[in-house]
């Protein structure tokens, strides 16, 4: 099975976003990687079946003012799309808040929101994406994956980031994608096609955030982002999110990823 979320990565999907076995460096290849295929390995990424994360987040404003959170991420592989499911445990003002996540055979994903004060389930919209996440640094369009099929990608060489030999990967958006973004600039690890530095611009051409691992280290066998930052550059705000604690493969139950458990808290 494959294509999940990295623990926090999922964040972002990044997104950020983030299923095949880990393919080797560009040096073991019979024949260059493209762009293309390089963009695809990324989206490819083996990371288990499914993956439990207990992580805490701290929101960091310009100033150094800290607000801290803590929650669990849950995703699984169901062949060609992955759910997952985010749920908020502390402080008090956010806890049983939830987030799900399902993809779709037609390369779309749906999303809902929990909102244990009103005692309901919002879907978000498409409208919507482009808003901030829980008052987080990253929007909705960031917590579900891009298919590489909705971009163009170019290759712009190679760089080392903290030891680790990275390509540089430029994805500008098709006429057609829906995206709240024009350009997004990626530093993908040769060895494990983890993202560990990612830039975004916006419609203006402008750029508006960053994304960095910061840690990661190898759990169960699979390369895994342990601490990563988002930061928006203008506001000069960021999100960290540090992992506790990531178990791969632990035969997760269907239930988690429906509506109904989403409400059940």
């Known amino acids: 099975m494959k294509k999940l ?10 997104f950020l976003t983030i299923s095949t076995a880990l393919a080797g460096s560009l040096e073991t290849q019979s024949t260059p990687l493209t762009a293309f295929e390089i963009a695809q390995k990324v989206y490819d990424r083996d990371l288990g079946d499914d ?41 008090a003002d ?9 993809e779709k055979d037609d390369n779309t994903t749906e999303q809902f929101l929990y909102l244990p004060a009103l005692g309901r389930t919002r879907r978000i919209v498409s409208s919507q994406k482009n808003r901030s996440f829980v008052n987080t640094d990253f929007t909705y369009e960031d917590m579900q ?25 430029t994805s500008t958006a098709k006429d057609e994608t ?27 051409s402008k750029q508006t955030k960053k994304y960095q691992v910061q840690t990661f280290k190898n759990i169960q066998n699979i390369m895994t982002e342990t601490e990563v930052m988002m930061e928006k550059l203008e506001k000069g705000h960021k999100t960290i999110i540090k992992s506790t604690s990531v178990t791969y493969n632990q035969n997760l139950t269907d239930k988690i990823f ?6 059940e808290w």
């Open 178 to 204: 829906d995206t709240a973004y024009s350009k997004i600039k990626s530093w993908i690890a040769k060895d494990s096609f983890m993202p560990l530095k990612v830039d975004f611009w916006n419609k203006k």
């Open 51 to 91: 993956v439990t994360t207990i992580a805490s987040m701290a929101l960091i404003s310009r100033n150094g003012r800290t607000r801290l959170r803590e929650f669990t991420i849950q995703s699984k592989d169901y062949g060609p799309v992955i759910k997952q499911l985010i749920r908020f445990t502390a402080p």
């Open 94 to 102: 956010i806890a049983g808040t939830g987030f799900l996540s399902l």
């Open 5 to 14: 979320f990295p623990a926090a990565a999922a964040m972002l999907l990044l």
């Open 145 to 169: 994956r891009r298919s590489p099929d909705d971009w163009h990608h170019t290759l712009n060489g190679s760089e080392t980031i903290n030891n680790t030999d990275c390509f540089i990967i």
């Open 258 to 263: 429906t509506k109904r458990h989403l409400e």
